[in-house]
């Protein structure tokens, strides 16, 4: 399915196997975005293009599951933000996944469309950015979910915190360089959430 807001919209491309689930969610983006909803793998590869801004992933689908879907997105080489929406509490194993957020159900209107727009707005910076919001994205989901003794134990995350204050240093020059005022809002605004 796709609801067409203008033709100027950003496309997020919906993939969840509960199809009511999918068109609520669809329900909830379709005033500022154009919207296509998979309820499979498969079919969510047939919908993706290059007009497809942001990708909402569930990751328990029959077949090809949204891990899979992820791995051929980046596969393929398409540009698009990803957002795991899923019932799969996480685990270390996000560390190493290709996402930009992640969300577990029950997720708000609200949370999901913020979420969304968040995601494709950090589309404007570049590479250092996106892999920064990605790895924060991943530290506070598993210190949300994760004891401190476990963090502290546990190599990959001492490696993603490492990682991030690299990036940290990174991403403050390239704040630096912004032109305009409005450019050093945006990205401040960014940074501080």
Known sequence: M??????????????????????????????????????DGEEALALLDEGVAVA???RRMPGMSG????????????????I?????????????????????KPVSKEELTDTVE????????DEIMREYYSLASKRA???????????????EFRELERRLTE???AVD????????HEDFAAAFRDLDS
């Open 56 to 58: 909402l992933l569930d």
């Open 2 to 39: 796709s609801t067409d807001v203008t033709k100027d919209a950003p496309v997020v491309l919906v993939v969840d196997d509960e199809p009511q689930l999918a068109e609520l969610f669809a329900t909830w983006l379709d005033e500022e975005w154009t919207v296509r909803t998979a309820n």
């Open 173 to 180: 020059e390239t704040v630096e360089e912004l032109r305009t």
């Open 67 to 82: 891990d899979e879907v992820l791995d051929e997105i980046h596969g393929t080489g398409y540009d698009c933000r990803t």
């Open 118 to 125: 968040h995601v494709h707005r950090r589309s404007q910076y």
């Open 141 to 155: 989901v598993l210190e949300t979910e994760k004891s401190a003794e476990e963090l502290d134990g546990n190599e």
């Open 167 to 169: 990036l940290r240093d």
């Open 84 to 104: 795991m929406v899923t019932a799969v509490d996480p685990d270390f194993d996000i560390i190493e996944m290709g996402f930009d957020d992640y969300l577990v």
